[in-house]
């Protein structure tokens, strides 16, 4: 079996986006603190690894809703269901990584 017909697909992406999502606000939050007390890293530096996260995660995510894609093309019965559903999932976890990341372009990280 296709590792993109797997059932699997049907959660992980999904689970990608819920562990970017905790590890980006507990990024945050700790930089926040850190910078706060003098002895973290700069706002700017954490924007920008928090945009380097958002992007590898985007990338990662539409990766693998492209390989869903065309696996789902060349299968029949179950496995074409899940392929187009997991592809589905995928663009979903990848709109919402990029509906969590807009706002760091303007808005500031530690208020």
Not at 16 to 34: L, M, P, Q
Not at 74 to 99: E, K, M, N, P
């Amino acid at each position: 079996m296709k590792p993109a017909l797997h059932p699997l697909q049907l959660v992980l992406g999904l689970a990608v986006w819920a562990v970017w999502f905790v590890a980006a606000y507990a990024g945050v939050s700790i930089g926040c603190i850190a910078d706060q007390r003098g002895s973290g890293v700069s706002p700017g530096l954490l924007r920008g690894l928090l945009l380097a996260s958002a992007a590898l995660v985007l990338t990662g995510l539409a990766f693998g809703a492209v390989r869903c894609m065309r696996a789902g093309r060349q299968a029949q019965g179950a496995g074409r269901f899940v392929a187009a559903a997991g592809a589905c999932l995928h663009l979903a976890a990848a709109l919402s990584v990029a509906f969590v990341a807009l706002p760091l372009g303007w808005l500031p990280v530690c208020p």
